[in-house]
């Protein structure tokens, strides 16, 4: 099993920048991958960022490219997405994702409001 832990969210204005982290515990020794996922009001959860934790790539929405960037700290089963530039449609809970080559695992969401 492997828990994961958010932290980060909170309010901030259009323009304004905030850091959400997601720290793996239990058998995050497995995880290949970790990831940032957002659900709007009233929208499906969708993609924003994720990363392979051995190669270090990444992958980004369209919609955040430029602005956000997700990062790792492998030896503290961490991964971090720093996001700039916010705007008031990047308003969403926001979900770490982690998966081995056996399943996925959510977290618990942290919720970011961006005010125009």
């Known amino acids: 099993q492997v828990q994961l832990v958010e932290s980060g969210g909170g309010l901030v204005q259009a323009g304004g920048s905030l850091r959400l982290s997601c720290a793996a515990s239990g058998s995050s020794f497995s995880i290949n991958a970790m990831g940032w996922y957002r659900q709007g009001p009233g929208k499906q959860r969708e993609l924003v960022a994720t990363?392979?934790?051995?190669?270090?790539?990444?992958t980004y929405a369209d919609s955040v490219k430029d602005r956000f960037t997700i990062s790792r700290d492998t030896a503290k089963a961490t991964v971090y997405l720093q996001m700039n530039s916010l705007k008031p449609e990047d308003t969403a809970v926001y979900y770490c994702n982690a998966a081995n080559m056996y399943r996925s695992y959510w977290g618990q969401g942290t919720q970011v409001t961006v005010s125009s």
């Open positions: 990363i392979n934790l051995s190669r270090s790539s990444a």
